[in-house]
């Protein structure tokens, strides 16, 4: 609050003597006969006019020219704390006569009281923007506190007595203030009573949704969220959209249910607790392909992972079913790995959108953040080849564990890569599936941050928590989170908070270290009841409707049961995360290999070693001992000699003559750790001029691509 008394304070002076001298609102001067036609006079800076000096001083705080000159001598004088100049202009003086004789004038302590009552709305605003997730109603059980904290901050009024934080008071409650224009709350409206400002915040952000944006440092990006995410009634959707939802959540369920009849001792990770994925995902899919996104890229540990493969990438449920088949044998040598870890490639069409969508979930293995450089490192490698240097057309979702996201190192490595020149894929969606659990152990012996996405903080991503028990909340961060990474093309984090109906996987027992979480699991009603009796109850659907969806997925899944009992030979083909073509025959076996002659000329190898030995751009300024290092080179190249460093620039410069891209990535890779390699050369007289020599091996070749990294020893080589 100490900003606020030092502006009472400066007004007190300066501004509260310059109230009875100057233009004080050219709005009130101009409509004064409106402001006091009621007879009796209505005393200035309270009641309608309360709010015109909180909304001069801001308006003039992001343009002066924007209000009258008046007032913009006003607040430079109060800022630099300077007297009043007694020789203003007479208008003033007749402007302030005018304000005085309808009864306007107001007494220095109220101005001063108005003032500082003005700006505490505008902090309490404030704080709800940047702490109202500590209170928003995340978890779905009812037992735990998302960021790992039960205490309420103090600045956010849960109870009528915190108004005192801000020096208001109960009676301040049916006052009307002026909004600023740092959020949206008000919609149409530029004023609210306090009441109301207090209830509209905690509907944006103490409720199902928790957002994490305020750490951001570009106020563009910081006003799209709030536009998002304050507009009032801006979180409804269609009776249609319901339909779709509800219907989404019935095969996410029944699938999983389907499962756990079917193979009731198998482990299969399932997705019961946080059904609600995978109509996350597909709402991600949909708008992104929307906003013209052609391939989706995807990557995520094995919780989940069948569900995803059947209701998301569409693949044939009698392929999935048919690897529950332990006779199922291999037709290929290293196709073995188990279900849960597998891959596929797929391109359909998006139903939302009509339009044609690729979608490809990599193979993961038991490492659980191990395949996140990998799916960037093909996100990267798709854009490169397709011309998508600003990621409009290919994308990335990750999908990471609470307890994973926040221990794993190479999460923290693939952030500080993601905007890195020569590495961004221009923003990655990160869905977090947050059991509020590990394998075994509680949150709070799991992470030292709040919450498991802080990591995200560093690169500045906005983070949004949602309680995964509340589907249409769920859908609309999905559809924001997917707008804002195609806008900004940053990343960006929705942490699904759920919970694990089972254990780590169906033959575990978490009662052994959960019991209280498990009892509160085993009454909790399923999400898709929930939202199905809500529906029900408002009309959307009838009982007999929502009977039918589930019938028909039911049967569905039966009728891909009977089929898949036929495949008894498991084809790699059906488990890849690229098509590979050409490798494959048409019965979906690999083509019989041969190693073709990789020889070169002599004459080739000359070619490359002489342009490794020289700087092929004019008047560039090398470094006097990298000048020694080339004539060395040269020498070798004459006397048909190679070191590691030429060998190495010979092996590239090959694929670069057949028209095969070479990428070398690692920190320190441009020079070489230890001085040998030098394919990047720095011009010693003119800043962050470089030559890549590489490149200038012939008019038609590939390009070569050199680029140091973050001082990353996992992430950057996966």
Known sequence: MSHLKLFAATLKWHGVKLLEKQDIARKVFLHGLRYASSGTSEPFLSGSNSNYVEEMYYAWLENPKSVHKSWDLFFRNANAGQAYDPHLPNQLERKASFLQSHGLAQTPGKAEKLVEDHLAVQSLIRAYQIRGHHVAQLDPLGILDADLDSFVPSDLITTIDKLGFYGLHESDLDKVFQLPTTTFIGGNENSLSLREIIKRLENTYCQHIGLEFMFINDVEQCQWIRQKFETPGVMKFTNEEKRTLLARLVRSMRFEDFLARKWSSEKRFGLEGCEVMIPALKTIIDKSSEMGIEYVIMGMPHRGRLNVLANVIRKELEQIFCQFDPKLEAADEGSGDVKYHLGMYHERINRATNKKITLSLMANPSHLEAVDPVVQGKTKAEQFYRGDTAGKKVMSILLHGDAAFAGQGVVYETFHLSDLPSYTTNGTIHVVVNNQIGFTTDPRMARSSPYPTDVARVVNAPIFHVNADDPEAVMYVCSVAAEWRNTFNKDVVVDLVCYRRRGHNEMDEPMFTQPLMYKQIHKQVPVLKKYADKLIADGTVTLQEFEEEIAKYDRICEEAYTRSKDNKILHIKHWLDSPWPGFFNVDGEPKSMSCPPTGISEDLLTHIGNVASSVPVKDFRIHAGLSRILRARLEMTKN???????????????????????????????????????????????????????????????????????????????
């Open 640 to 718: 048909r000699v190679v070191d590691w460093a030429l060998a190495e620039y010979m092996a590239f410069g090959s694929f670069l003559k057949e028209g095969i891209h070479v990428r070398l990535s690692g920190q320190d890779v441009e020079r070489g750790t230890f001085s040998h390699r030098h394919h990047v050369l720095h011009d010693q007289e003119v800043d962050k001029r470089t030559c890549v020599p590489m490149n200038h091996l012939w008019e038609q070749q590939a390009p070569y691509t050199v680029c140091n990294s973050s001082l990353s020893e996992y992430g950057v080589l996966v």
